[in-house]
C-alpha cells in the first residue's frame, strides 16, 4: 500500500462518518416533514414563557377549584396501590406506603389519577390540532432506537425512584411546593435543575 493510499482511507473514513450522519439527519428531516404532508401546515412549537405562564395559572385553577395543587407520581402510586389491593389485599393493606394511596376509595376517585388522565386527552388534543400526531422515536442523529428507549426507561425509574425519596416529582414538588414557598421544594428544584445540566453535558453526545 503506497503512502498516498495510507493517508486517504483515515479521509474516507470520514467522509463515511460524515456521509451516515446526514443520512440521519435527513432521515429525522423527513420524519418531521411527513407531519405536514397531504398539504397540513405543521404549527410550530408554543412558546416557552407563555406556555410558563399558563401552567402558572392552571396550577391556580387548581387550588381554586380541586382544593389540591398539581401532580404526576402520585397517580402511579396510587394504579400500583389498587393493583396490588385487587391481587393481594392482605398485603396492601398492611404495607403502610400502599394504604396512604388508598384513601381515596377507587382509582378514578383519585385527584392526581384523574389530572393524569386529562393530561393525556390534553396532549392528544394539543398534538391533533398543531398537526403533529405521529408515532416515532425522539432521538439524536448518532442513536439508534433500541438504546433511546433503554435510556428513557432507566431514566424514567430512576425518576421514579427519586420522586418516591423526595416524596414528590417536579409537578408536586417544584410546582405545587414551590408556589407555597416550601424550602424543601425550592431545594427540591436546585438540585433537580443542577442534576440535569450535569447529565445533559455528560450525555450531548447522543443528540448531536
Given at each position: 500500500?503506497?503512502?498516498?493510499?495510507?493517508?486517504?482511507?483515515?479521509?474516507?473514513?470520514?467522509?463515511?462518518?460524515?456521509?451516515?450522519?446526514?443520512?440521519?439527519?435527513?432521515?429525522?428531516?423527513?420524519?418531521?416533514?411527513?407531519?405536514?404532508?397531504?398539504?397540513?401546515?405543521?404549527?410550530?412549537?408554543?412558546?416557552?414563557?407563555?406556555?410558563?405562564?399558563?401552567?402558572?395559572?392552571?396550577?391556580?385553577?387548581s387550588f381554586v377549584i380541586a382544593g389540591r395543587g398539581l401532580g404526576a407520581s402520585g397517580a402511579f402510586a396510587t394504579a400500583a396501590a389498587t393493583t396490588v389491593q385487587r391481587v393481594a389485599p392482605d398485603v396492601a393493606s398492611r404495607n403502610e406506603f400502599l394504604a396512604t394511596h388508598l384513601d381515596a376509595g377507587g382509582l378514578l376517585r383519585?385527584?392526581?389519577?384523574?389530572?393524569?388522565?386529562?393530561?393525556?386527552?390534553?396532549?392528544?388534543?394539543?398534538?391533533?390540532?398543531?398537526?403533529?400526531?405521529?408515532?416515532?422515536?425522539?432521538?439524536?442523529?448518532?442513536?439508534?432506537?433500541?438504546?433511546?428507549?433503554?435510556?428513557?426507561?432507566?431514566?424514567?425509574?430512576?425518576?421514579?425512584?427519586?420522586?418516591?425519596?423526595?416524596?414528590?416529582?417536579?409537578?408536586?414538588?417544584?410546582?405545587?411546593?414551590?408556589?407555597?414557598?416550601?424550602?424543601?421544594?425550592?431545594?427540591?428544584?436546585?438540585?433537580?435543575?443542577?442534576?440535569?445540566?450535569?447529565?445533559?453535558?455528560?450525555?450531548?453526545?447522543?443528540?448531536?
Amino acid at each position: 500500500m503506497s503512502a498516498r493510499e495510507e493517508v486517504q482511507i483515515p479521509r474516507l473514513a470520514a467522509l463515511a462518518r460524515d456521509d451516515s450522519r446526514a443520512t440521519a439527519l435527513a432521515r429525522d428531516d423527513s420524519r418531521v416533514a411527513a407531519l405536514a404532508r397531504d398539504g397540513e401546515r405543521v404549527s410550530p412549537y408554543a412558546d416557552p414563557y407563555l406556555a410558563g405562564v399558563a401552567l402558572g395559572l392552571v396550577l391556580l385553577a387548581s387550588f381554586v377549584i380541586a382544593g389540591r395543587g398539581l401532580g404526576a407520581s402520585g397517580a402511579f402510586a396510587t394504579a400500583a396501590a389498587t393493583t396490588v389491593q385487587r391481587v393481594a389485599p392482605d398485603v396492601a393493606s398492611r404495607n403502610e406506603f400502599l394504604a396512604t394511596h388508598l384513601d381515596a376509595g377507587g382509582l378514578l376517585r383519585d385527584w392526581l389519577v384523574v389530572e393524569i388522565l386529562g393530561v393525556v386527552i390534553g396532549g392528544w388534543c394539543s398534538a391533533a390540532l398543531a398537526g403533529r400526531l405521529a408515532v416515532r422515536v425522539e432521538r439524536g442523529a448518532r442513536t439508534t432506537v433500541t438504546p433511546r428507549l433503554w435510556a428513557a426507561g432507566a431514566g424514567g425509574a430512576i425518576m421514579g425512584a427519586g420522586a418516591v425519596l423526595a416524596r414528590g416529582c417536579t409537578s408536586g414538588q417544584a410546582l405545587t411546593g414551590g408556589a407555597l414557598l416550601s424550602v424543601g421544594a425550592w431545594l427540591f428544584i436546585a438540585a433537580a435543575f443542577g442534576a440535569a445540566y450535569v447529565v445533559a453535558f455528560v450525555t450531548r453526545g447522543s443528540w448531536t
